[in-house]
């Protein structure tokens, strides 16, 4: 099975900083890879797909890049409704593997 | 609008069964790939299961496999997860998500709580 390695795992930042989680794969994974944003108490939502593509809707300060094994989620502005846990996943059919989250807080 | 609504979950005893539905609605269920995806208290994500438009081709993490059976009624627009023989590490969320294409979930209900405990 593709494991999937998510850092960091917690992240303080503050109002306007740049953020930036990665995520590395145990196998090339090509583009196949997601992001996900999970606020407390409620399901979570896909914001970005095959490695760079925007989610409809999803504000433009989210980016992703990467192929292969690394993947890079940026956030260019943190806005305060961003506080939430962010994971990768990866899907290699028929399995899917998520990151084990970044939480990411305001400082 | 497109929704997921799931139901079912509840405290259920080690080695007990629980059956788990999500109905959808505001599209073509029929068209769809669905999944169960879980997640303990305070823990990560863990995807569960998979199964295709039509039914004929499921998938299960090994962690669940022989013990979970997911379904689908594409006339009732419902998808579903038989759990049988549960443990205690099997209390958590379990959310019903959409596949678009590929392994993007795009679509996810609100989850329903599933506690195994005596």
């Known amino acids: 099975d593709i494991q999937m390695t998510q850092s960091p795992s917690s992240l303080s930042a503050s109002v306007g900083d740049r953020v930036t989680i990665t995520c590395q794969a145990s196998?090339?994974?090509?583009?196949?890879l997601n992001w996900y944003q999970q606020k407390p108490g409620k399901a979570p939502k896909l914001l970005i797909y095959?490695?760079?593509n925007l989610e409809t809707g999803v504000p433009s300060r989210f980016s992703g890049s990467g192929s292969g094994t690394d993947f890079t989620f940026t956030i260019s502005s943190l806005q305060p409704e961003d506080i939430a846990t962010y994971y990768c996943?990866?899907?290699?059919?028929?399995?899917?593997?998520f990151g084990q989250g970044t939480r990411l807080e305001i400082k | 609008e497109v929704q997921l609504v799931e139901s079912g979950g509840g405290l259920v005893q080690p080695g007990g069964s629980l059956r788990l539905s999500c109905a959808a609605s505001g599209f073509t269920f029929s068209s769809y790939e669905m999944n169960w995806v879980r997640q303990a208290p305070g823990k990560g994500l863990e995807w569960v299961s998979y199964?295709?438009?039509?039914?004929?081709?499921?998938y299960y993490a090994d962690s669940v496999k022989g013990r979970f059976t997911i379904s689908r009624d594409n006339a009732k627009n419902s998808l579903y997860l038989q759990m049988n023989s549960l443990r205690a590490e099997d209390t958590a969320v379990y959310y019903c998500?959409?596949?678009?294409?590929?392994?993007?979930?795009?679509?996810w209900g609100q989850g329903t709580l599933v506690t195994v405990s005596s």
């Open positions: 998500a959409r596949t678009s294409y590929g392994g993007n979930l795009d679509y």
């Open positions: 196998q090339d994974i090509s583009n196949y």
């Open positions: 996943q990866q899907y290699d059919n028929p399995s899917i593997t």
């Open positions: 095959d490695a760079s």
């Open positions: 199964i295709s438009s039509s039914g004929s081709t499921i």
